[in-house]
């Protein structure tokens, strides 16, 4: 029974990797599942049997990167000791899985639409987006950052929304080696440590009240 799941697995695993091979040269558009099938080296029927559509295939390969990517940043923030260093072990480590297949999450991002399965933002992909907002969580908390209480719960969830900016400018980044990026990534990192670090200040605290409520009026909740 071992050997067969084993089997199974390895199947799997073997057509999603001629999913992504696939993807990469001919583009999600216009690959076929008669291609993945045949890159894989398994028979159509098969290849419906362990995914029913594209859209299947690009959501396990969401679930498989989200956990390859999760154990590696769990180390590099065990290792961390600022919050710089551990917003980093977040952020870099995503540009450093995806390299391989930006040209595939540019194609998915016009999967955007919350009501569609593949987006970032829908019911769908909750799971692995709690999972992510929760290591940002963490870098803040084991980081000490003290903000008021109108604000503080809101953000992990706008650092996380800060990286969609940054990951969506990189596959559309044009610039030799996407240097454009890097420099965006440097520089509005600096502005956020900034004004993470100055927003503690009593004298903000209207400000805060502020953009809480607004937040709340966003998320539809009290920052939970």
Same mark, same amino acid.
């Given at each position: 029974m071992a050997?067969k799941v ?5 199947t799997?695993g073997?057509?999603?990797?001629a999913?992504?091979a696939v993807? &990469?040269?001919r583009?999600?558009?216009k690959?076929t599942m ?5 890159e %894989?080296g ?5 290849a419906?049997?362990?995914?029913d559509?594209k859209d299947a295939?690009?959501? %396990?390969?969401?679930e498989r ?7 590696e940043?769990?180390?590099?923030l065990?290792?961390?000791? *600022?919050?710089?260093a551990? !917003? &980093?072990?977040v952020?870099? *480590?995503?540009?450093a ?8 999450l540019a194609? !998915?991002? %016009? ?11 829908s019911?769908? *992909?909750?799971?692995?987006?709690d $999972?992510?907002i929760?290591?940002?969580?963490r870098a803040v ?6 903000l008021?209480? %109108?604000?503080?719960?809101y953000?992990?969830?706008?650092i996380?929304?800060? $990286?969609?900016g940054l ?8 610039s030799?080696e $996407?240097?454009?990026?890097?420099l965006?990534?440097?520089?509005t990192?600096a502005m ?7 927003a503690?200040?009593p ?10 409520e607004?937040?709340a009026?966003i ?5 939970r």
């Open positions: 050997e084993k089997k199974s697995d390895e799997r073997r057509i999603l990797a999913a992504l993807f &990469r040269k583009g999600f558009a690959a008669r291609e993945i099938a045949a %894989a398994v028979a159509v029927g098969a419906y049997y362990y995914f559509s295939i690009v959501m %396990a390969f969401y990167a989200q956990t390859e990517m999760h154990e940043i769990e180390r590099k065990d290792a961390a000791t *600022t919050l710089e551990r !917003l &980093r072990a952020i870099s *480590t995503k540009f899985y995806f390299a391989p297949n930006r040209a595939l194609a !998915l991002t %016009a999967n955007i639409d919350p009501e569609h399965p593949l987006s970032p933002f019911a769908e *992909t909750a799971p692995i987006r $999972q992510d929760a290591s940002f969580e908390t084991e980081s000490g950052v003290k008021p209480a %109108a604000t503080r719960p953000l992990a969830r706008l996380w929304m800060y $990286q969609m990951i969506l400018f990189w596959v559309y980044d044009r030799a $996407q240097a454009t990026t890097r965006l990534y440097e520089k990192l956020l440590l900034l004004t993470i670090k100055l503690g200040f004298l903000l605290n209207p400000l805060h009240k502020l953009a809480g607004l937040l009026a998320y539809g909740d009290s920052g």
